[in-house]
DNA sequence: GCCATTACGCTACGACTCGTAGCGAAAGCG
DNA sequence: CGCTTTCGCTACGAGTCGTAGCGTAATGGC
């Protein structure tokens, strides 16, 4: 990851407690203040570090929201569940409960706003982020694959069109239900959105130019 | 709407064309600025007006760009083409429409991330923005159902919540498409999207409680 | 063991934004 | 004409930003 590192560099290393202390204290500040009245400032006084070092390892707040969230991401496991409807439930239960915490409903919307004008904050939130939510899909299609219950890799761009899909809808509506509507996700909502999504899916599968039921 | 104005007030009327310009000058702020260097002397001056009069109108920046963003959608209307399926590409498309508007990008998304941390937020933006957007799922739904492709109404509580996920649904996957993952939700997206949303739809009607195809 | 190099904590700084207060003038109504 | 409310303007204290400068701490190379 970090390729600006040749080997070992001279000088004093970066303290790595300090680290994880700025980005516990960010995700704490996200949670009691918001995105918008989170300061650096606060953060580093929370952290018990001093606001330059914040300033000499991140360029600015967004950068550092963006990894503080990110790390949430990182206990995302997907639990075999039997069956390719069973998994698609489980995904979608896994963003729910992301999104069920503070420091990801005001964190992570607001940096996705900001990324609408700043493009390399658009390709970190990527990279850091939305690649660890996709893992979960590509895995639930392994799966499934593994299982029979789906054909194994037909045309390989028709399939990264798929998965692109299956994604941005699993994980836009899960955010809209969430954040827009301001409804939980629960295990009833859930069922009828798997539902819906794997009838759909199944549908699309088995018709490639007839139409008609 | 304005339900504290009895009928006509004693003094000096506010001016309408401030109110327009205000909202107009935020709007141009936030596509050159972005949310998060707006900044309201900056949308005063824009506006020919005294940064003052906008604090006696609005509350804050918050509710300022849901009132700015909000009349985006007004103009949103569905035409008629024909059928469900093209109707409800029709809906999306309309979604899409809006979300390529940078004033709607970057507007839109950081005032829903505030609202995680405002309920009355939240429900100014459910109010002037989210029932406009509803509105066009209900009106496809009622000329489906003129046209005999769906039924008319079985269980009003069971057909809310149908109209409550195919929303989350649509909004959710064309504001993930083209905020997070960043790519445009063009006529092939749409076409692809539309064909799962129909085919599920369909499915999860055809079935309610016999599963195996 | 010394030295070059980098990270750290601390203080201080100018620039900017915020939201409010006070003023006189303007624009309505009875 | 009075009464009321809005408007533009100026000014203000408070808070934040991002940076610079300094002395100190922690490494690795020689």
Do not use: C
């Given at each position: 990851?970090?390729?600006?590192?040749?080997?070992?560099?001279?000088?004093?290393?970066?303290?790595?407690?300090?680290?994880?202390?700025?980005?516990?204290?960010?995700?704490?500040?996200?949670?009691?203040?918001?995105?918008?009245?989170?300061?650096?400032?606060?953060?580093?006084?929370?952290?018990?570090?001093?606001?330059?070092?914040?300033?000499?390892?991140?360029p600015?707040?967004?950068e550092?929201?963006?990894?503080?969230?990110?790390?949430?991401?990182?206990?995302?496991?997907?639990?075999?569940?039997?069956?390719?409807?069973?998994?698609?439930?489980?995904?979608?239960?896994?963003?729910?409960?992301?999104?069920?915490?503070?420091?990801?409903?005001?964190?992570?919307?607001?940096?996705?706003?900001?990324s609408?004008?700043d493009e390399a904050l658009r390709e970190r939130?990527?990279?850091?982020?939305?690649?660890?939510?996709?893992?979960?899909?590509?895995?639930?299609?392994?799966?499934?694959?593994?299982?029979?219950?789906?054909?194994?890799?037909?045309?390989?761009?028709?399939?990264?069109?798929?998965?692109?899909?299956?994604?941005?809808?699993?994980?836009?509506?899960?955010?809209?239900?969430?954040?827009?509507?301001?409804?939980?996700?629960?295990?009833?909502?859930?069922?009828?959105?798997?539902?819906?999504?794997?009838?759909?899916?199944?549908?699309?599968?088995?018709?490639?130019?007839?139409?008609?039921?």
């Open positions: 990851m970090q390729s600006r590192t040749p080997a070992t560099r001279p000088g004093r290393p970066r303290s790595a407690a300090a680290a994880t202390a700025i980005l516990a204290a960010t995700r704490e500040a996200l949670v009691e203040l918001g995105w918008s009245k989170l300061t650096l400032g606060d953060v580093a006084a929370r952290a018990g570090v001093a606001k330059t070092t914040i300033y000499r390892r991140w600015g707040k967004n550092l929201v963006v990894d503080a969230v990110a790390e949430l991401f990182d206990e995302l496991e997907l639990p075999d569940r039997g069956s390719l409807a069973a998994d698609i439930e489980g995904v979608v239960l896994q963003f729910a409960v992301i999104l069920d915490r503070p420091e990801a409903r005001s964190g992570l919307m607001a940096v996705v706003a900001e609408t004008r939130i990527r990279e850091s982020i939305v690649e660890r939510q996709k893992r979960l899909v590509l895995q639930g299609r392994t799966r499934a694959q593994t299982r029979g219950e789906l054909p194994p890799e037909s045309d390989p761009d028709d399939a990264a069109r798929t998965v692109d899909l299956i994604f941005d809808v699993v994980a836009g509506a899960v955010v809209h239900r969430t954040l827009v509507s301001g409804r939980p996700a629960d295990e009833d909502w859930v069922r009828g959105f798997t539902q819906v999504l794997l009838l759909g899916l199944r549908g699309a599968a088995a018709l490639p130019v007839a139409v008609d039921p």
